[in-house]
């Protein structure tokens, strides 16, 4: 099972209404790929639990790639500098 839709499993499960469901989840492709020129790159390495933060927390588009090799792990990029900002500030 891929982890957008483990994700969105755990949500339903830990949801009780409709009101609780995030809509930009939903209904927004928010993982781009490519990686567009213009993101803010961060530079602390993704974990399973800032990338179910991110879905959850975080409203913007983002990718996730590998950054500086193919052995350095994949990092999130973002499109708003202040979301890029906030996971720096949570996860680093």
């Known amino acids: ?22 809509l930009y989840t939903w209904f927004m492709d928010r993982n781009v790929n490519p990686c567009p020129d213009h993101f803010v790159k961060s530079n602390t390495e993704l974990t399973d639990e800032s990338k179910a933060w991110i879905y959850e927390k975080l409203i913007g588009r983002f990718s996730i790639g590998n950054s500086d090799g193919f052995f350095m792990g994949q990092r999130p990029a973002f499109e708003d500098p202040k979301e890029a900002m906030m996971y720096e500030l949570t996860w680093g």
């Open 1 to 22: 099972m891929s982890s957008l839709r483990q994700y969105i499993f755990l949500s339903m499960q830990m949801t009780k209404t409709l009101e609780d469901i995030n």
